[in-house]
């Protein structure tokens, strides 16, 4: 069983920047196509970016294109989202989540992944 484990998110100002990372247990992480996904109270939960697996492409929400940037190290077994210029409304919790050889063309709704992080709240504040 594939475990994901995201890092700690926290507070910043709009218009700061904030990484987070996320972990992977296993040796089958190059062969998944990893995504971010986020969730607002009340909201469904929502694509940000995502990354494939074989050709390292990367694919982006409308929402966040040109701020956020998702990158991985396979010999790490992690990946990044790095998100800068934050604004109030990208307050959410923030999931990571891979899917097993998919490619990115159809990775971009939570039901595409086969495992998921536990989730990290990220509080973007005026």
């Known amino acids: 069983q594939v475990q994901l484990v995201e890092s700690e998110g926290g507070w910043v100002q709009a218009g700061g920047s904030l990484n987070v990372s996320c972990a992977a247990s296993?040796?089958?992480?190059?062969?998944?196509?990893m995504g971010w996904f986020r969730q607002a109270p009340g909201k469904e939960r929502e694509f940000v970016a995502a990354?494939?697996?074989?050709?390292?492409?990367?694919t982006y929400a409308d929402s966040v294109k040109g701020r956020f940037a998702i990158v991985r190290d396979n010999a790490g077994n992690l990946v990044y989202l790095q998100m800068n210029s934050l604004k109030p409304e990208d307050t959410a919790d923030y999931y990571c989540?891979?899917?097993?050889?998919?490619?990115?063309?159809?990775?971009?709704?939570?039901?595409?992944?086969?495992?998921w992080g536990q989730g990290t709240q990220v509080t973007v504040s005026s």
């Open positions: 989540a891979a899917a097993v050889r998919r490619p990115l063309w159809s990775a971009r709704r939570p039901t595409d992944y086969d495992y």
């Open positions: 296993g040796r089958s992480f190059s062969s998944y196509t």
């Open positions: 990354i494939d697996w074989n050709t390292g492409t990367t």
